[in-house]
């Protein structure tokens, strides 16, 4: 028969739809014609195809080939059809057998060589066939990050002359067995290793321990950035789900190391990065920043510094942890559920309030500064901390404490527990806890109701200000394992609320 069907996956967001590739015989002038590629690709795929086949020995057909991937309207990169269109051809030419075709999937850019070239998104390509049942042939490259997924067949092949010999039982190919690497070991720099700052270590902990987003405020050289490095090492172990989430974004943007494998995500992007950069985009839509943070940190310094227009877009993640990436007709949608640090200095020239007298700022000035901070994102921040004036030089001379009330691993030991009785109480962090919800979950006492009222009209706090006090004072309780909210907690949430824009 002068037709074969392969089956293969584009990328949609962090989807992998599936895609049939028809490969079909003709009379008629010789040449290759591909539809339902772009034309640059399909050029281009149609040469290393030709070149990898001949390369490996195998007879070109001097005949009409006519290649259609469907459905016709998914956006498709050319590298990774490079090896079904290939295996398609021999099937249809009759130089490869095609009833084995079915039970498998495959994917994999061609050198000229045969060789198969490592290509970007395999693990959520095998993530999305997982369910299918079909065995899913990939670049060696790319099989070990695909071989995450427990429950997938995953078959690593060198060269497109291996996967012929594959699939006419010549020399198989074995599957790669699926082991995750342990992981969950936390990694980065220790909390012991800071000297001093023991307000904002406990800012930390608490942020850590309820999801909360955070404000470091201080002047240059306080080593707000230091701080913030050490927040990922104290989250609560990711689970396996969310861990092949994060993995699957990284894939997706080519950058995943099996050595980051359930290590959750730290991301700084600078201030001068583009909204692109930020929330994605593209031709082709790719994950940014605020993606690759999922189920981890980003963290933004000099947050007054950046583009006012490029902060509002980080309003839709932060209250429902995806984002949309909107390109010409299209819509991709990323998961976008990161933690976020933010931090800023005090006032333009950096050193307001600091004991030396350096600030020659005017309040005027000052005030101007920190309203570059729009209001709609600051209302977001359940957090905000003032980071006094340490010279970090002295922050990290002590030699490293193990095994201290401040090391990482006994603040992760905390963070865990406290986040176990919020996920069985409510399955899910207080942080992501709706204003209804908090009411429900929260149990504040008659004082930390008192402390509360007075807080609101002291501090004017909005309504959502208002509810992110409640929600980080029963982050508190949960830290010291209290049933309800007292009026301590409630005391020590409010002073994280030192707004910047009226300080
Ligand atoms: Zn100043």
């Not at 012929?164 to 992981?183: D, I």
């Not at 012991?192 to 902990?205: H, I, P, T």
């Not at 994950?287 to 947050?303: K, M, Q, R, W, Y």
């Not at 990323?334 to 600030?359: D, E, I, K, T």
Request: some cysteine.
């Amino acid at each position: 028969m002068a037709v074969a069907v392969v089956h293969s996956r584009a990328l949609s967001g962090v989807t992998a739809p599936g895609v049939t590739v028809e490969v079909h015989l003709a009379g008629g002038l010789p040449g290759v014609h591909i539809v339902g590629l772009a034309e640059t690709e399909v050029r281009e795929a149609r040469d290393r195809v030709r070149a990898a086949l001949q390369n490996a020995q195998f007879e070109f057909p001097a005949r009409k080939v006519t290649v259609s991937l469907a459905p016709a309207d998914l956006p498709k990169e050319s590298g990774r059809f490079d090896l079904p269109i290939a295996v398609g051809i021999l099937a249809a030419t009759g130089q490869l057998p095609q009833d084995k075709l079915d039970s498998y999937e495959f994917a994999g850019e061609l050198a000229l060589t045969g060789e198969l070239r490592a290509i970007r998104g395999a693990l959520p390509m095998v993530l999305s066939a997982r369910h299918d049942g079909r065995a899913f042939v990939l670049p060696q490259a790319s099989a070990g990050e695909a071989a995450l997924v427990r429950d997938a067949a995953v078959i690593p092949a060198p060269t497109l002359l291996a996967v012929c010999a594959h699939l006419t039982g010549a020399t198989m190919l074995p599957p790669l067995a699926a082991q995750p690497p342990p992981g969950d070991v936390p990694d980065g720099p220790d909390l012991a290793d800071v000297r001093g700052q023991r307000l904002v270590k406990r800012a930390l902990e608490i942020a850590a321990a309820g999801g909360h987003s955070l404000l470091l405020i201080g002047p240059p050289g306080t080593g707000k950035s230091m701080l913030a490095q050490r927040l990922p090492p104290l989250l609560p172990p990711m689970t396996e789900e969310d861990a092949l989430e994060s993995a699957a974004i990284a894939s997706l943007a080519g950058s995943f190391r099996i050595e980051r494998w359930r290590i959750r995500p730290f991301r700084a992007p600078h201030h001068t990065a583009s909204g692109v950069a930020l929330v994605g985009g593209g031709g082709v839509p790719r994950p940014g920043e605020i993606s690759l943070a999922h189920h981890g940190v980003l963290f933004l310094d000099e947050l007054p510094e950046w583009d006012r227009h490029v902060l509002e877009v980080l309003r839709e993640p932060l209250e429902s942890g995806v984002i949309h990436v909107s390109r010409a007709a299209r819509q991709s949608v990323f998961p976008a559920q990161f933690q976020l640090v933010a931090a800023m200095n005090p006032c333009p020239c950096g050193w307001l309030g600091h004991a030396s007298g350096r600030c020659t700022c005017t309040p005027d000035q000052v005030r101007r500064y920190r309203r570059r901070v729009s209001g709609a994102l600051y209302d977001r921040i359940d957090m905000a901390i003032e980071v006094p004036a340490v010279d970090a030089a002295e922050m990290t001379s002590s030699p490293p404490s193990s095994g201290g009330g401040d090391a990482t691993a006994t603040v992760r030991g905390r963070v865990a527990r406290a986040h176990a009785r919020q996920i069985e109480r409510q399955g899910t962090p207080n942080a992501r806890l709706a204003s209804a919800e908090a009411e429900r979950h929260c149990g504040t006492s008659v004082d930390a109701r008192r402390l509360l009222a007075q807080a609101m009209s002291r501090l004017a706090l909005s309504a959502r200000g208002y509810s992110r006090v409640v929600k980080v004072a029963r982050t508190i309780a949960d830290l010291a394992e209290s049933e309800g909210i007292d009026a301590a907690h409630v005391a020590e949430a409010i002073g994280y609320r030192s707004d910047p824009a009226c300080a």
